[in-house]
């Protein structure tokens, strides 16, 4: 995207011609050695470099670090859903906040060395007056997924067939219409999934990575870029599938192996930040815990393909679905805040079953292994966060013979009727929710009770019937 077309408005006192910005002392840079400034500035301050990655601190991003340092361009390679494509898009925020062009260039020419045909005749015709627009950094990333119908006219550039119909020639540099790389020249270009983009193609890129120019059909036209290269690829697809031909392997300076979030903590604090929780529902953080559990249970289960791994946006869209389940309840209920509770875990194993590769011997049992997986997490969850609280108070209401019937369309004032004073309440809500900072409030008192429920059931200390919607806790 040019700079006249950017969705930013570039400071007034910027310089607006080529002698107004040889005057302010402008300085050219590379955008290879504006990443290099910016990251070791960024280091040296103890600032944030890659805002909103996690689980990568001490294995990833020093790699990451080490290839841009280095001025190389780079595969990320990993299995589905490991946060390539995000990683890569921060990688445009160590660019210069504002850089200039030649304005109206659509390949983003520096005023001080354009390389297009049209910039080259401006700048002779208009010498120190040639305008100057300015690009904002966001607008200096471009990116293409790599499907097998993308064509050397996509990512390089073709005939323009418009420009030959308006009466010039067929060899005029003007009548090319530039791909999408030299579209984003000055900035960082991302080519995602590059092993489905077919050889043939592949070849196109090999002058972009090593000898920084590229060739259009038969055109007398070498243009110099000044890009940088990311690609993204599935270990997959990179040896089966497709593959990413030996000679472009080569021009990469550095390839980079991604993994899933290695601790708990990270699985969490990822689902936590990425989830787009419908407006009114409340999930709360042992639940946030178990989905987190549940996708590292099937993550590693001998039942599902660890070839093709179990996407971050697995447990997303589970707490997403957890949230909406609460929702449902709130609105068929009349409940103002709903809050989550163990009766809203069923509902992601179908709606997240179709997210995971089973092995072949598993056909049929999918859903029977992802609710046994979802049990273990609810068990783990609770041995972490309950495993020695006093539930002697719910413990006693049982040994009474009391029963206490819940569900998805039971609301928390029921639910918290059925069970009556509970002593002991408000330390299982501190222990279940620490900085929710929310207190008794019957959502989250019904949450925690539920949860208790569930796992003394789970350890063998209840039973359980469900019937449709409705399941009875008794001794």
């Known amino acids: 995207m040019s700079a006249a077309t950017s969705g930013h408005t570039a400071p007034a006192d910027l310089p607006a011609t080529l ?8 300085v050219r840079r590379t955008v290879k050695q504006e990443v290099r400034d910016t990251l070791l ?6 600032e944030p470099r890659f805002p909103g990655i996690v689980g990568f601190d001490d294995t990833v991003l020093p790699r990451v670090e080490r290839a841009l340092l280095a001025g190389h361009d780079l595969v990320l390679l990993g299995e589905r859903g490991q946060g390539k494509t995000r990683l890569i898009r921060t990688v445009s925020g160590l660019l210069d906040e504002w850089t200039p062009v030649v304005d109206g260039c659509p390949i983003n020419d520096h005023p001080y060395d354009p390389v297009c045909t049209r910039c080259r005749a401006l700048a002779a015709e208009h010498g120190d007056q040639l305008p100057v627009s300015w690009w904002h950094r966001e607008e200096r990333y471009g990116e293409k997924l790599a499907t097998p119908d993308t064509g050397v006219g996509d990512l390089i550039g073709d005939i323009d067939p418009v420009k030959l119909a308006e009466g010039r020639s067929l060899g005029d540099p003007e009548t090319v219409h530039y791909g999408l790389v030299p579209r984003t020249n000055r900035g960082v270009f991302c080519l995602n999934e590059l092993p489905d983009l077919a050889a043939r193609i592949q070849v196109a890129l090999l002058n972009v990575l090593e000898e920084r120019d590229i060739q259009i059909r038969g055109y007398a036209l070498r243009l110099p870029l000044d890009v940088l290269l990311v690609a993204s690829a599935n270990p997959e697809d990179y040896t089966n599938r497709g593959r990413i031909i030996t000679p472009l392997k080569d021009r990469f300076g550095a390839e980079v192996r991604t993994h899933y979030p290695p601790d708990l903590s990270d699985e969490i604090d990822l689902v936590r930040q990425e989830a787009d929780l419908p407006s009114g529902a409340v999930v709360p953080l042992h639940l946030v815990e178990t989905v987190a559990r549940f996708t590292r ?30 929702l449902r309840r709130g609105a068929l209920t009349g409940e103002d805040t709903p809050v989550a509770r163990v009766c809203d875990l069923p509902s992601i ?29 609810t068990a783990d969850t609770f041995r972490a966060t309950l495993g020695g609280a006093d539930l002697t108070g719910l413990t006693d209401l049982f040994a009474e013979g009391g029963t206490v019937e819940t ?12 069970v009556g004073p509970l002593p002991g309440l408000a330390d299982l809500i501190a222990r279940l929710s620490p900085d929710e900072g929310t207190g008794e409030t019957p959502g989250f008192a019904a949450s925690a009770v539920e949860f208790a429920l569930e796992g003394l059931y789970l350890n063998r200390r209840l039973s359980k019937d469900t019937v449709r919607d409705r399941t009875v806790y008794r001794t």
Request: charged share 30%; hydrophobic share 40%.
């Open 407 to 418: 569900g998805e369309l039971v609301s928390a004032a029921d639910l918290l009727r059925g």
């Open 349 to 377: 194993v179908e709606t997240l079953q179709g997210k995971v590769e089973f092995e072949v011997g598993e056909e049929g049992r999918e859903t029977e292994v992802l609710a046994h997986l979802l049990r273990r997490a």
């Open 297 to 326: 249970l099937v993550r590693d289960s001998p039942s599902v393909d660890d070839r093709s791994g179990v996407s971050a946006r697995f447990a997303i869209a589970g707490i997403e679905t957890v949230a909406a389940s609460a």
């Open 41 to 46: 500035r960024r280091m040296r301050a103890g």
């Open 19 to 26: 002698g107004a910005l040889r005057a302010s002392g402008h």
